[in-house]
């Protein structure tokens, strides 16, 4: 091999990567370690590179995107990314449909897992790289989660989050109850709260 192959092996690389996304590309191995003793690859995790010419958003959210890729950034993680709480958390809530496996991660993320039915409910992208994103839940959707799963995150929290909502721009509560009649166990505290909120 030479520099001119390595250099096209890189081309074809992702922004972020595995090795074996790297080997499914047809990438060699030898090329693999050639460009990383360049320094045109960089290490970022167990088992995770990255191009050394990529601007990379959070290395957590990175690598449980390429891990599992359909993983959400849901809770309290997500109302923050929303405006709708102040916390910092210590932790990325990350969620997965119902049945799907955990990814081993050394990255500080709680996993849960929502049901398939309802998975995709209020669920986007959220760019991370170039050529990467991973999953996030809309503001309602949040909201919706917050109220449904009171019991885990305590009252307080989806009414913190409710309260800044209907302060911004654009909120429609009708939209929110919408949504709502598909987590019957959200339906009913989210209208008792807007009815008192609005």
Request: aromatic share 6%; glycine share 6%.
């Amino acid at each position: 091999m030479t520099r001119e192959a390595d250099a096209c092996w890189l081309a074809a690389l992702p922004t972020a990567f595995t090795f074996s996304q790297a080997r499914e590309l047809g990438t060699p191995v030898r090329s693999l370690y050639a460009l990383r003793d360049a320094g045109l690859i960089e290490p970022v995790g167990r088992g995770l590179y990255s191009r050394a010419d990529a601007e990379l958003a959070d290395l957590s959210l990175l690598a449980a995107a390429i891990r599992a890729p359909r993983a959400t950034l849901c809770l309290r993680s997500a109302l923050v990314r929303h405006g709708l709480i102040d916390d910092i958390p210590l932790t990325y809530d990350l969620a997965l449909p119902g049945g799907s496996r955990l990814p081993t991660l050394q990255e500080p993320i709680s996993w849960h897992k929502f049901a398939p039915e309802t998975f995709d409910l209020g669920r986007q992208a959220l760019p991370l790289a170039k050529d990467i994103s991973i999953g996030i839940y809309t503001a309602e959707r949040c909201l919706v989660d917050a109220f449904r799963l009171r019991r885990l995150e305590g009252p307080e929290l989806g009414n913190e989050a409710l309260r800044r909502w209907l302060t911004q721009r654009g909120s429609q509560p009708v939209r929110l109850l919408e949504l709502a009649a598909h987590f019957p166990k959200a339906a009913t505290p989210l209208r008792h709260s807007l009815e008192v909120l609005l």
